[in-house]
């Protein structure tokens, strides 16, 4: 409808155009014709007036020429603008028409805009709804966050008290062989150290222990993280189970400590992620073991001495022990001339030569007298000698564990000489009251002895 409207608009101004054009370009036809008719008339009454009629003719013929040039080049104008203005209406026409698609495109992209905006509407209220419920999740999962990590910080605390406090060194041990960051605070005290995360444990041990052990600790833990070893058995082939680690102490020499190590595999699947480890501090036990060890022998080496006491008579007795306090006293004048000799006569062997002639006499009369604890102590002495004289380039300092066991065995000696001199009144005590009796007294025999005592 709007396209036949602009035709129309268009189609009364062409008319309206042509007409003007009309009315305008009679004029000239209309004094042609009334030129004629006037020189007609004039030519019928009069010859002169014929004349100037002809004249006048000529002039308005040729103004009537003129007029006719000027109507074809108007004509010709006209046809051009006429071409022109239907150039103009086919352009216009043809933008009215791409007008008119694009309106078409235009309603129909809106009415898909509609669809599409509907179907959004649809997806959002959808989303909204989700959102919602999404919402509604979170802030169950918020809750049940923080009650889990309210769980989590008093597991934590708790956890952490107990490593805290436990007496125990607690740890993990990874496939590198590093220390985990979670660990007991007694296992700083047992390494005296205050950094322990992330620490290689092999190399923490290192010098702790000696080389030998070291490298049978690194094997070990590689057998650790392979699966097909048997429990059992990486437990009773454990080569740190009771172990002696010297700490260097700052004033110099070594402080030992006995811990003992045991490692439990953690296994996820089939696969062995980390190692537990414990570690205790057993020193006090070992070193009560230790004493209780030395208590023990103690009493059995007494016993023996007694029993060897009680088999040898009194006076024996006596000129042993004299005998062994002189040979005693002839072996620490023997080495403290070696150390203020400064002449060079006699050399360290020659000392230690002539101490080992002295000390094995001892050794043979105490054999003699049936004395055994006293000659496995003359003979541990004499193989101390031993290792020095094999020795050619030994010095004194290398006479110190021989001054050692002197020092033990002249203990022993004196505790030897009280036990002598209890025998002896006891011996002189139920033997005059045998001999009041009238019994005869036995000799050189244990029983006889044992009754005289």
Do not use: W
Request: glycine residues 8%; charged residues 25%.
């Amino acid at each position: 409808m709007e396209e036949q409207g602009s035709n129309v608009l268009h189609d009364k101004a062409l008319d309206g155009g042509e007409e003007s054009f009309e009315r305008s370009d009679l004029v000239p036809f209309l004094l042609f014709v009334l030129i004629l008719a006037v020189s007609y008339f004039g030519t019928i009454h009069s010859h002169q007036q014929g004349i100037a009629l002809f004249l006048l003719l000529v002039v308005l013929n040729g103004g009537f020429l003129f007029s006719c040039i000027q109507l074809v080049r108007k004509l010709r104008a006209s046809k051009r603008a006429e071409a022109e203005r239907e150039s103009q209406l086919q352009g216009t026409n043809g933008r009215l028409a791409q007008t008119e698609q694009t309106l078409r495109e235009t309603r129909d992209g809106l009415a898909k805009s509609q669809d599409g905006l509907a179907k959004t509407q649809g997806d959002l209220r959808t989303a909204q709804e989700e959102l919602t419920q999404a919402n509604e999740l979170f802030d169950n999962y918020s809750l049940q966050l923080e009650i889990t990590t309210s769980e989590l910080k008093a597991t934590k605390a708790e956890s952490e008290a107990i490593l805290a406090n436990v007496k125990q060194g607690v740890f993990l041990i990874g496939h590198d062989g590093t220390i985990g960051r979670q660990f007991s605070l007694e296992l700083k005290k047992i390494f005296q150290i205050e950094e322990v995360a992330g620490r290689d444990f092999v190399r923490l041990l290192r010098p702790l222990i000696p080389e030998k052990r070291h490298q049978t600790i690194g094997n070990y833990l590689q057998l650790l993280f392979n699966p097909r070893k048997n429990e059992k058995q990486l437990q009773r082939f454990n080569p740190l189970k009771c172990v002696e680690l010297n700490f260097q102490r700052p004033e110099g020499g070594f402080a030992p400590k006995h811990v003992e190590f045991n490692f439990q595999r953690v296994f996820n699947g089939d696969k062995i992620s980390r190692v537990l480890v414990t570690a205790v501090d057993v020193s006090e036990r070992v070193q009560l073991e230790s004493r209780l060890r030395e208590g023990e022998e103690r009493r059995e080496k007494q016993l023996e001495l007694l029993c060897d006491l009680l088999n040898a008579e009194t006076a024996q007795l006596r000129g042993f022990l004299k005998d062994a306090q002189a040979v005693i006293t002839d072996v620490n004048a023997t080495f403290r001339a070696a150390s203020n000799d400064t002449s060079g006569q006699e050399t360290t062997q020659d000392k230690v030569n002539r101490a080992f002639r002295i000390v094995h006499k001892l050794k043979s009369q105490a054999a003699s007298l049936g004395l055994r604890l006293f000659e496995q102590e003359v003979h541990q002495i004499e193989d101390l000698f031993n290792e020095v004289r094999r020795n050619p380039r030994a010095t004194n300092e290398d006479l110190l564990n021989v001054l050692v066991a002197i020092s033990h065995f002249q203990g022993r000696l004196e505790e030897s000489g009280g036990l002598i001199e209890k025998i002896a009144g006891l011996r002189h005590t139920f033997g005059g009251a045998n001999q009041s009796a009238g019994e005869q007294p036995a000799h050189n025999t244990p029983s006889a002895e044992l009754m005289r005592g």
